[in-house]
């Protein structure tokens, strides 16, 4: 199968190891063009049968992806109906968290927003210590996690911290998040790509039908998922379309958001 054409992604398949390594300066912002990848690489590595396990990071150590572009959410057509199904990002990164594939994401700086998001999709997190940070600041801006965040997090870390981190829309440290269950383990940044290499290749050495099975058997407990998704979409659609929302994101931009030295030291909102 060709890996071949991406612009904002690099592919490298070994040893039944997909290595999917996002490369967008300046930050790795989740716009048209990555989201587009994405969900083209997805499509193909699902598709894949020399693909055991996939590994997801980020060739910038700031970024793993900022978040969301907030110029392409403001530029959204309001539906002309109620979502009836998840919508397209939803599916993109849900496709990570369906596919007979082991998935990892690998978390070494910012990762906010629809990174947080895609990086929930995935069946793993792992972070580094000091530096990856996570969080989800959409109701900041008057709008909420429209990517999967407000079903996976709850999922993970119980109802009350999802809300701590939905509503409070501040940064986890990976150690925080680590003791939320929002990662699976924070590690010291000179130890976490040497950790999850030896997990990707150990996964990888077992038959294909048991990954894909087992996997199965576990998604069993996300009975239900589909028919959340299609609310939270909703209610992304319905907030998005409210003045006080659009003035929050046009303000956000017009104060730096989006720029890479601003999203480093913290969101402005």
């Known amino acids: 199968m060709s890996y071949d054409g991406f612009k904002a992604l690099r592919v490298r398949i070994e040893g039944g190891v997909a290595w999917l390594t996002i490369d967008h300066p300046p930050i790795n912002l989740f716009d048209v063009a990555l989201i ?18 996939v590994v997801v990071r980020s060739a910038d150590p700031d970024f793993f992806i900022a978040h969301a572009d907030v110029k392409l959410i403001l530029g959204l057509p309001a539906p002309a109906t109620p979502a009836e199904r ?5 599916a993109m990164v849900d496709r990570f968290r369906t596919m007979p594939k082991a998935t990892i994401a690998v978390i070494e700086g910012i990762c ?19 530096r990856a940070v996570l969080g989800q600041p959409e109701v900041a801006i008057g709008i909420l996690p429209g990517g999967s965040g407000t ?13 701590e981190i939905v509503l409070g829309c501040a940064d986890f440290p990976a150690d925080l998040a680590e ?6 383990r924070a590690l010291p940044p000179e130890e976490l790509g040497p950790f999850v290499e030896r997990l990707a290749q150990r ?20 009975a239900g998922v589909h028919e959340a998704l ?10 998005v379309a409210l003045p006080e929302a ?7 931009l017009a104060m730096g958001g989006q720029m890479r030295e601003l999203e480093k030291r913290g969101l402005p909102v």
Do not use: H, W
């Open 203 to 222: 996964i990888a050495s077992f038959p294909a039908e048991a990954i894909a099975r087992a996997k199965a058997c576990v998604l069993e407990a996300d």
């Open 112 to 130: 906010r927003g629809g990174g947080s998001e895609l990086a929930l999709s995935m069946d793993m997190r792992f972070a580094a210590l000091g």
């Open 230 to 239: 299609v609310l939270e979409a909703r209610g992304f659609d319905a907030l």
């Open 36 to 53: 587009t990848e994405m969900d083209r690489v997805g499509r193909a590595l699902e598709a894949d049968d020399a693909v055991r396990v």
């Open 86 to 90: 998840p919508n397209g990002f939803q």
């Open 151 to 163: 079903q996976r997090l709850p999922r993970l870390v119980g109802r009350s911290r999802a809300l």
């Open 179 to 184: 003791r939320y269950g929002y990662v699976n």
């Open 246 to 252: 659009r003035r929050r994101m046009e303000a956000f």
